[in-house]
């Protein structure tokens, strides 16, 4: 998915959704029903019948997302049509409710769409700008040959710690063996570990003194290189899981949300035909 999404196909489904929401409101403007505007007049099941049927066109996207190239639509297409009409689909169902809300079955499901909806145009910042972030993140490495790296240089670290001083060693293997990438998921969303192991290493070779220009110092300033390096490709490996892991925990929020407001729509139509 990239920016296209937003534009696709001279922005055919902004047009189609500014039209559904124009109809929507020029009928419920013109309509003089007896009692206030509500979804039990003519046009409060029509708009209703549209929510409804809307809101669940957009869950099978879900089903469709995973069976592209058998229907007429693109990817992109799917897509643009999602975003656009599942945002006038709050405007419509606001309409069809008349804005009647209360603590009742009918304004949870109104709740749960609204957050579906919500959490949706989040989703649209995110997939338009975090493939980009990562692939910057990534310069042309993969995950695999970035993590490939970084045991290269936890070798390279442990040969040159093991001619050093104690301290030093002891300090090495720590970054070798408590480094941790990822973790919990708090971890991960925060893309950084502030007691990283391999910075106080790192910390500590470059507080040694290098003064004169013996094999030790030479091996320490060897050290202090991949402990920088580490570093280094640890702060991007760290993005690379944070970024990737937002994109999960959004989408367990949007998806969820769905299958809740999907199954508080069957209870809201039950209930309305049930007291018909
Ligand atoms: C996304 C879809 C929908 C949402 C968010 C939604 C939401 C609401 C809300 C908030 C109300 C106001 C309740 C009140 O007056 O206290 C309402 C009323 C109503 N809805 Fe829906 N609705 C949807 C779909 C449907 C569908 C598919 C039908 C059935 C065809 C339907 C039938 C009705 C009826 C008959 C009322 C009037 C209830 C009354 O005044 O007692 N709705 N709806
Ligand atoms: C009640 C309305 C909506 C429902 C039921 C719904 C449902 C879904 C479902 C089931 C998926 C597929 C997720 C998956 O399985 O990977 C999805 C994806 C998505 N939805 Fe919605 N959605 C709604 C409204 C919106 C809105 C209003 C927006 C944006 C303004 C939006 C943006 C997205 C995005 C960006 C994706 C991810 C697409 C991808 O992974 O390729 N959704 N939605």
Same mark, same amino acid.
């Given at each position: 998915?990239?920016?296209?999404?937003?534009?696709?196909?001279?922005?055919?489904?902004?047009? &189609?959704?500014?039209?559904?929401? $124009?109809?929507? $409101?020029?009928?419920?403007?013109?309509?003089?029903?007896? #009692?206030?505007?509500? #979804?039990?007049? /003519?046009?409060?099941?029509?708009?209703?019948?549209?929510?409804?049927?809307?809101? &669940? /066109?957009?869950?099978?996207?879900?089903?469709?997302?995973?069976?592209?190239?058998? #229907?007429? =639509?693109? $990817?992109?297409? /799917?897509?643009?049509?999602?975003?656009?009409? #599942?945002? $006038? =689909?709050?405007?419509?169902?606001?309409?069809?409710?008349?804005?009647?809300?209360?603590?009742?079955?009918? !304004?949870?499901?109104?709740?749960?769409?609204?957050?579906?909806?919500?959490?949706?145009?989040?989703?649209?910042?995110?997939? %338009?700008?975090?493939?980009?972030? %990562?692939?910057?993140?990534?310069?042309?490495?993969?995950? +695999?040959? @970035?993590?490939?790296? =970084?045991?290269? =240089?936890?070798?390279?670290?442990?040969?040159?710690?093991?001619?050093?001083?104690?301290?030093?060693?002891?300090?090495?293997?720590?970054?070798?063996?408590?480094?941790?990438?990822?973790?919990?998921?708090?971890?991960?969303?925060?893309?950084?570990?502030?007691?990283?192991?391999? !910075?106080?290493?790192?910390?500590?070779?470059?507080?040694?003194?290098?003064?004169?220009?013996?094999?030790?110092?030479?091996?320490?300033?060897?050290?202090? @290189?991949?402990?920088?390096?580490?570093? +280094?490709?640890?702060?991007?490996?760290?993005?690379?899981?944070?970024?990737?892991?937002?994109?999960?925990?959004?989408?367990?929020?949007?998806?969820?949300?769905?299958?809740?407001?999907?199954?508080?729509?069957?209870?809201?139509?039950?209930?309305?035909?049930?007291? /018909?």
């Amino acid at each position: 998915m990239h920016e296209s999404i937003l534009v696709y196909g001279k922005l055919r489904y902004l047009k &189609v959704a500014l039209a559904l929401a $124009a109809l929507s $409101a020029v009928a419920y403007v013109l309509h003089t029903p007896l #009692g206030p505007p509500n #979804g039990a007049t /003519w046009l409060g099941y029509t708009l209703g019948g549209i929510s409804g049927g809307l809101m &669940v /066109w957009l869950a099978w996207f879900g089903i469709k997302k995973r069976t592209y190239g058998a #229907g007429r =639509l693109s $990817a992109q297409e /799917w897509l643009s049509a999602h975003v656009y009409l #599942g945002t $006038a =689909l709050a405007f419509v169902a606001t309409l069809h409710a008349g804005f009647r809300f209360g603590a009742n079955i009918h !304004t949870v499901l109104y709740v749960l769409m609204m957050i579906v909806i919500i959490s949706g145009m989040v989703g649209v910042y995110f997939y %338009l700008r975090y493939p980009r972030l %990562l692939t910057e993140n990534r310069r042309g490495l993969s995950s +695999e040959v @970035m993590l490939a790296q =970084l045991a290269d =240089l936890d070798r390279e670290i442990r040969q040159l710690a093991m001619g050093l001083d104690d301290a030093t060693n002891t300090l090495a293997l720590n970054a070798i063996r408590d480094t941790i990438v990822g973790g919990s998921l708090a971890n991960q969303l925060r893309g950084f570990d502030p007691h990283c192991p391999t !910075t106080v290493a790192r910390m500590f070779v470059e507080r040694s003194s290098f003064e004169s220009t013996s094999e030790q110092d030479a091996k320490r300033r060897q050290l202090l @290189m991949r402990l920088v390096r580490k570093e +280094e490709m640890l702060k991007r490996i760290r993005r690379d899981v944070q970024l990737r892991c937002v994109l999960r925990v959004w989408l367990y929020v949007h998806v969820p949300f769905s299958i809740a407001a999907l199954m508080a729509l069957v209870a809201h139509v039950v209930t309305e035909f049930y007291y /018909w």
